[in-house]
């Protein structure tokens, strides 16, 4: 099957630094990409949704300048925490789903700690 | 509440079939999907069902809706100890997935 890897797959940062985190699709378009997040024994909450090109849509209460969301091309997005602070550290997990959400796929996820 | 319940644990032995429960609120959710997470990994996708649909086999996984009750279960069968993990089921609604709470499955030898 398709494959979506997630660069870094986890991550240590200082209060108050930003972390950038990729998600690429490697053999399938991703039209739209949705970025989660999920806490220890949680569910996955939605964070926002991207399409190709276009700026992303963020649920409610997810802060839009403080996680900035890149969908440049079809087969990469990026999320960036800004000036991460200790209660962002959680498991980011993308997923890319092409035209008409015929396929979808996880990426492995990207455990971030902010000490 | 939630959109989508499930039950948070459910323990079985090895070889025998384990059924986890779940049930959505949207009636009008087209598709509705089983994924499966192993420790620090992403979502693995495991079987759908379309809504007009009550039964799915898929090898082991037997997947029943009761579309009336919105009632999910997905059924393992012969379980092996490989196939313990954290089962979340999804409904779409609106475009987006919107997932239950997962189950942790633990197989014992």
């Known amino acids: 099957g398709a494959v979506v890897s997630q660069h870094p797959s986890w991550v240590i940062c200082k209060s108050g630094t930003s972390v950038k985190i990729e998600c690429r699709s490697l053999d399938f378009q991703a039209t739209t990409m949705f970025w989660y997040r999920q806490f220890p024994k949680q569910s996955l909450m939605l964070m926002a949704t991207s399409n190709e090109g276009s700026k992303a849509t963020y649920e409610q209460g997810v802060e839009k300048d403080k996680f900035l969301i890149n969908h440049a091309s079809l087969t990469l997005s990026t999320l960036t925490v800004t000036s991460a602070h200790p209660e962002d550290s959680s498991f980011y997990i993308c997923?890319?789903?092409?035209?008409?959400?015929?396929?979808?796929?996880f990426g492995p996820g990207t455990r971030l700690t902010v000490l | 509440g939630e959109d989508v319940e499930q039950s948070l644990f459910l323990s079985v032995r090895e070889g025998d079939s384990s059924v986890i429960n779940c049930t959505y609120t949207?009636?009008?959710?087209?598709?509705l999907y089983w994924y499966k997470q192993e420790p620090g990994a992403g979502l693995q996708l495991l079987t759908y069902i379309f809504s007009n649909m009550d039964m799915k086999q898929d090898q082991r996984l037997t997947v029943l809706l009761n579309k009336k009750d919105k009632h999910l279960s997905l059924r393992i069968a012969d379980t092996q100890t490989g196939d313990s993990a954290i089962y979340f089921c999804a409904e779409s609604k609106g475009g987006k997935l919107i997932f239950g709470q997962g189950t942790e499955l633990s197989v014992k030898p």
């Open positions: 949207d009636s009008s959710s087209t598709y």
């Open positions: 997923r890319g789903e092409t035209s008409g959400g015929r396929e979808q796929f």
